[in-house]
């Protein structure tokens, strides 16, 4: 197995476009099989937001972002970045860089090892259906209600499906609310 770094950071420029990625970013990617996230060039000059999959998640992202860079104060907010055999428990730090921009740092709070889910596996075939993911503590909406996926699998049935459905990103409420929240005390 491949060695998954504990830290990650990551620069951007005032237009929110990804400048500078460490060497943890790179680890990370590859570690997570994506090479393609490996500079040069990865995902150098890109946008951040663009990274971002769902409209939700983009605005408040976008507010965080603003929020440091008008108030030049740093935010820290913790999220969950799982595979398929792990969850991984982050707290992710927005601070103002000098003369302008954002550095942003990941730090591994915990893991939690369990049983593979398929869902989560890149490579496992898709049928055209959805399924959503809050992008923050990764917990899925069935019919409302967000459970941890190892529930949402086995309520959704999906062990009895030749397809898995796509999975696409939103927030929960929790969430949402945790972020607001965080928003309002800077």
């Given at each position: 197995?491949?060695?998954?770094?504990?830290?990650?950071?990551?620069?951007?420029?005032?237009?929110?476009?990804?400048?500078?990625v460490?060497?943890?970013?790179?680890?990370?990617?590859?570690?997570?099989?994506?090479?393609?996230?490996?500079?040069?060039?990865?995902?150098?000059?890109?946008?951040?937001?663009?990274?971002?999959?769902?409209p939700?998640?983009?605005?408040?992202?976008?507010?965080?972002?603003?929020?440091?860079?008008?108030?030049?104060?740093?935010?820290?907010?913790?999220?969950?970045?799982?595979?398929?055999?792990?969850?991984?428990?982050?707290?992710?730090?927005?601070?103002?860089?000098?003369?302008?921009?954002?550095r942003?740092?990941?730090m591994?709070t915990?893991?939690?090892?369990?049983?593979?889910?398929?869902?989560l596996?890149?490579?496992?075939?898709?049928?055209?259906?959805?399924?959503?993911?809050?992008?923050?503590?990764?917990?899925?909406?069935?019919?409302?209600?967000?459970?941890?996926?190892?529930?949402?699998?086995?309520?959704m049935?999906?062990?009895?499906?030749?397809?898995?459905?796509?999975?696409?990103?939103?927030?929960?409420?929790?969430?949402?609310?945790?972020?607001?929240?965080e928003?309002?005390?800077?």
């Open positions: 197995m491949v060695r998954e770094p504990t830290t990650c950071a990551y620069e951007l420029d005032a237009d929110l476009r990804i400048i500078w460490d060497e943890g970013w790179s680890e990370f990617a590859i570690a997570n099989d994506a090479p393609e996230l490996v500079p040069p060039p990865g995902p150098l000059g890109q946008s951040v937001l663009s990274y971002v999959a769902d939700t998640s983009t605005q408040l992202y976008e507010l965080l972002f603003q929020r440091v860079l008008q108030t030049r104060r740093s935010i820290t907010i913790p999220f969950r970045c799982d595979s398929p055999a792990r969850r991984r428990y982050l707290n992710m730090t927005i601070k103002p860089r000098i003369p302008n921009g954002l942003i740092e990941t591994l915990r893991t939690e090892e369990r049983t593979a889910v398929a869902l596996d890149r490579y496992a075939p898709r049928g055209n259906d959805l399924l959503r993911m809050c992008g923050w503590c990764k917990s899925v909406d069935v019919a409302g209600r967000w459970c941890e996926v190892e529930e949402a699998v086995v309520e049935r999906l062990f009895e499906r030749d397809l898995l459905p796509h999975v696409t990103h939103g927030i929960c409420p929790r969430c949402y609310e945790r972020v607001c929240r928003l309002d005390r800077l």
